[in-house]
Every structure is written in structure tokens, then in C-alpha cells.
């Protein structure tokens, strides 16, 4: 029962840091805190229930909850949207954040940053590869990848020293 509830509060948390979104000039994909919740979830949960939190999320936002950024719910942000492909990526980027975890990765600064780095390249490579269908390559990188970078590597940066705490507070939550 634990874990259920472990999951169902991480996709809430996933949820609750989506709607801290900023548009982007020039691009139809907005700047959120999305990602970042998406990798600390995966780190701190572990690879199968951190893949769960983000699928469940994915399905709380398909069943027309306002759950995706800036409100937005619905099979239409999930099949014809242009964050789709982000959003499809996120419990492939949960797991491989929870994989490298689970292999020690979360234990030490370095190695957490450079485990999250990975996994937010699925994320990039999933909401590339999902604008290229809409625009072509280039534009799909400069409008998809290119704006978030800097602002990402930050998130990275947070979310590797909030790691400690957050794995503290899931093992709580745990053994109780």
C-alpha cells in the first residue's frame, strides 16, 4: 500500500511543478519545473515505481485532468500537442534516472548530476524527435532543445543538491 502511495504522490508532485511554466518566444513548447520532477522522482523512487509515478501522471493527464503545464489535460496534449513528445518521454526518463540510481549513481553529487544529464536526454530526444514530425530537424532543435538548455543544467544542478532530502523523506515515508 505504501508504494501505491509512494506513486500516486510523486505523480501529484509531478503535476503540481508542471504548472510552474514560462512560454517561450518562439516556441510551442513552455518552460517548466516538469523535467526536474520527472528525474528527481525517478532517482528517489527507483526505476520501476519512478517509471509508474510518470505513466500514471501521463494517465491522470489523459483522462482530461488539468494536469499537464499551464492547465492543460486531454488525449489531444498526448496525441496532437507539441509537447507530446516530452511527455511520452517522461516515464522512460524516470526509469533510466531510477536505473542509474539503483546502481549507486544517486549516492554521490557527480554521479547523480551526470545520471540526470542522461536521463534528460531521453527527455530531449523524445520531444526532438516528436517536433521534427511537426517541423523539420533543425527547427525542432532550435525550438525545442536549444531554449531549455541552460535553464535545465540548472535544474539539474537543484535537483542534485535536493536529492539528499528527498531520498530522506521518500525512506521516511517508506518505513512507515
Request: positive net charge.
Amino acid at each position: 500500500m505504501v508504494n501505491v502511495l509512494t506513486v500516486i504522490a510523486a505523480s501529484l508532485f509531478i503535476a503540481m511543478l508542471a504548472q510552474v511554466a514560462v512560454p517561450i518566444p518562439g516556441s510551442p513548447v513552455p518552460l517548466t519545473l516538469q523535467p526536474i520532477a520527472v528525474l528527481l522522482v525517478g532517482v528517489t523512487l527507483g526505476s520501476r515505481r519512478g517509471a509508474a509515478a510518470a505513466a500514471l501522471y501521463l494517465f491522470e493527464g489523459l483522462t482530461g485532468l488539468p494536469v499537464f503545464a499551464q492547465g492543460h489535460g486531454g488525449i489531444i496534449w498526448l496525441t496532437m500537442g507539441a509537447t507530446a513528445g516530452y511527455l511520452w518521454s517522461y516515464p522512460f526518463a524516470a526509469f533510466v534516472a531510477g536505473f542509474v540510481s539503483e546502481r549507486g549513481w544517486g549516492s554521490q553529487m557527480l554521479r547523480s548530476i551526470a545520471g540526470m544529464l542522461l536521463a534528460l536526454g531521453v527527455i530531449y530526444a523524445g520531444g526532438w524527435a516528436w517536433l521534427a514530425l511537426i517541423v523539420n530537424p533543425r527547427n525542432a532543435f532550435s525550438i525545442g532543445i536549444l531554449p531549455f538548455l541552460i535553464a535545465d543544467i540548472i535544474k539539474v544542478a537543484i535537483g542534485a543538491s535536493l536529492l539528499p532530502s528527498a531520498q530522506r523523506l521518500v525512506s521516511r515515508f517508506s518505513a512507515q
